[in-house]
């Protein structure tokens, strides 16, 4: 007797649960339908695009590392050599108009300078000091004779020239106006296309892209110093701006 009860007990506890999951389940379907469209049917209802915005200018300031190194027996005097020669380089930058707040330090090292003989020990035979200067060339005429002038001053290292813009926002906005004109006229010819009607922007972001155009790097360069100023061309910076673009679209 006692287990025909238990068996009803089980079937009838059995039963009150399924009711209750038939009870959540007719609650939770109509919320789904309620809610509108899932997010994979959102994305589906969209078009992206990706419009990019290329202005041209032309740079206005250089920027150039200038290096000297000095090679001595002792530290102190290839440190000495090194400052004298510096001294000598920093009063032509200042007789070509080159501001001090326009010249930065940008490494000073030393050294010891190894000799490694078979079957012995290595040992010093003397030290390098290295000495460079970062320049910022407002008068873009003036970079070919400053490379000669610091050459024959002692500067024996140029490390590469920079050539950029002083302010670049004028040439960003309009790269950017290009970008979203571009990108909207990507989503116009899609919907022609398609044979659909674009709704509203629904999302909109930046990628900047744009750099500054490098001259190659060199390390005393052939024709400095003695040889006249070598020619040195600026170019032309390419300021690039791309946007990513989403429409909804409309049935």
Do not use: W
């Not at 040992?123 to 004779?145: C, F, M, P, S």
């Amino acid at each position: 007797m006692l287990r025909v009860v238990s068996i009803i007990l089980a079937a009838i506890t059995v039963l009150l649960v399924a009711a209750v999951l038939t009870v959540e389940l007719a609650m939770v379907v109509p919320a789904v339908k309620a809610g509108g469209p899932s997010g994979a049917e959102e994305a589906e209802r969209a078009i992206s695009v990706t419009g990019e915005g290329r202005v041209y200018a032309k740079p206005d300031i250089a920027q150039i590392i200038i290096g000297v190194e000095s090679r001595a027996k002792t530290a102190k005097e290839a440190a000495r050599q090194n400052s004298d020669d510096m001294d000598e380089m920093m009063a032509v930058l200042e007789e070509m108009g080159i501001a001090k707040e326009d010249i930065q330090t940008v490494d000073y090292s030393i050294r010891a300078e190894m000799y490694y003989p078979e079957d012995e020990p290595p040992r010093v035979v003397g030290y390098v000091v290295n000495n460079a200067v970062q320049v910022k060339v407002r008068d873009l005429d003036l970079v070919g004779e400053l490379l000669d002038q610091v050459t024959e001053a002692g500067a024996n290292n140029i490390y590469g020239i920079t050539f950029t813009i002083e302010d670049p926002r004028p040439f960003q906005e309009q790269a950017r106006e290009m970008a979203v004109a571009d990108g909207h006229s990507k989503a116009e010819q899609l919907a022609e296309a398609a044979d659909i009607r674009l709704g509203a922007l629904i999302s909109l972001s930046e990628y900047m892209v744009g750099g500054p155009v490098y001259v190659e790097r060199a390390a005393v360069a052939e024709g400095i110093g003695g040889g006249g100023a070598p020619p040195i061309s600026p170019g032309q910076l390419e300021i690039v701006v791309q946007v990513g673009m989403s429409y909804e679209i409309v049935q």
